[in-house]
């Protein structure tokens, strides 16, 4: 199960820190403050906070669990967005944020307002915040180590993610360190795919005339099938391209595999995880103990693993999990 996958223990397992909310948070107010939506991994990230957010107010854990997204990663909107949470009394803010520092002086205004921030994915580096971070140097740096164990080397094609965020950036220096540690591959060039398959194809499709043969694409997740797409357009060998759990991407690997034995991998954090910030917000209102900063796994799809993660994605989605209240207590648990 995906879930197993991405806790590293079996479901069971969780059920040892399961319990009910120990104060009364039925009167809470959660914001969402999101910097981007131009994609399939932020629709469903979205999607998720909408479904869990939804029952836990349905059920009274919180009054209302709302979501705001600046309209294209702009750090100034979703400082002035922060801003408006704070006048609006909100009790604790969740962030998916533009930039890890520029953001800090609105969430420390937000702090000492005494509203409670998490972050996660794109985080802050402000002291006062919580941090929910996936090791995103560590998953750049598997892709180019997976790599190495199909192929003997050659020229790689880098697809990046949205410029400027801290994510893009973190996966980018992981690639980049395993190219150092693995000196029989070549970056040829590198494009920002933005974490969409059209983006991703279209500047794919621009560079590919100037780039020599290559061996293998790495990327961010949501540019695989985009990727593909190109190169099967210029008319030129497929690649071995690491995928990010988009269902599209997963789609286009099954045909292959079946056709002519395409093997691959599939990493990416999972979108749900913007529903643990959630419930790490509300235990945070609920007077628990929690950590300044807890990791979480990224998740992984192997050549084993396609078929069952396939057809537990949505079309058009991206391979899922999210979270329960006895979920994030045992993340937390687990420090």
Known sequence: MLKKILFGCSVAALSVSAGMVHADTSDKRIALSNNYAGNSWRQAMLGSWDKVTSAAVADGVVSEAPAFTTAENQVTEQAAQIQNMILEGYDAIVINAASPDALN?????????????????????????????????????????????RIDGGNLLEIRGLAGVFVDDEISAGIHEGVAENPQFEIAG?????????????????????????????????????????????????????????????????????????????????????????????????????????????????????????????PGGVANVEYSLEDAKAVVAGG
């Not at 509300?282 to 929690?290: A, K």
Request: glycine fraction near 10%; aromatic fraction near 8%.
């Open 105 to 149: 002086g609105a969430v420390k205004q937000a702090c000492d307002a005494g509203i409670v921030v998490v972050s996660f994915d794109g985080i802050v580096t402000e002291p006062c915040a919580y941090r929910i971070a996936v090791d995103f140097h560590a998953m750049g740096k598997v892709e180019v180590e997976y790599l190495a164990t």
């Open 190 to 314: 590198s494009v920002h795919g933005d974490w969409a398959q059209d983006v991703a194809q279209k500047a794919v499709a621009g560079i590919l005339p100037s780039l020599p043969e290559i061996a293998g694409v790495v990327t961010q997740g949501g540019d695989g099938y985009g990727a593909a797409q190109a190169f099967a357009a210029a008319g030129r060998p497929t690649p071995l391209i690491v995928m990010g759990n988009r269902y599209d991407e997963m789609l286009w690997w099954k045909d292959q595999k079946d056709a002519n034995g395409y093997e691959t991998m599939s990493v990416s954090i999972a979108p749900g995880v913007g529903t643990l910030a959630f419930w790490v917000a509300q235990m945070i209102l609920d007077g628990q103990e929690v950590p300044q900063d807890l990791t979480v796994p990224f998740l992984t799809i192997t050549q084993d693993t396609l078929e069952e993660s396939l057809a537990n994605t949505q």
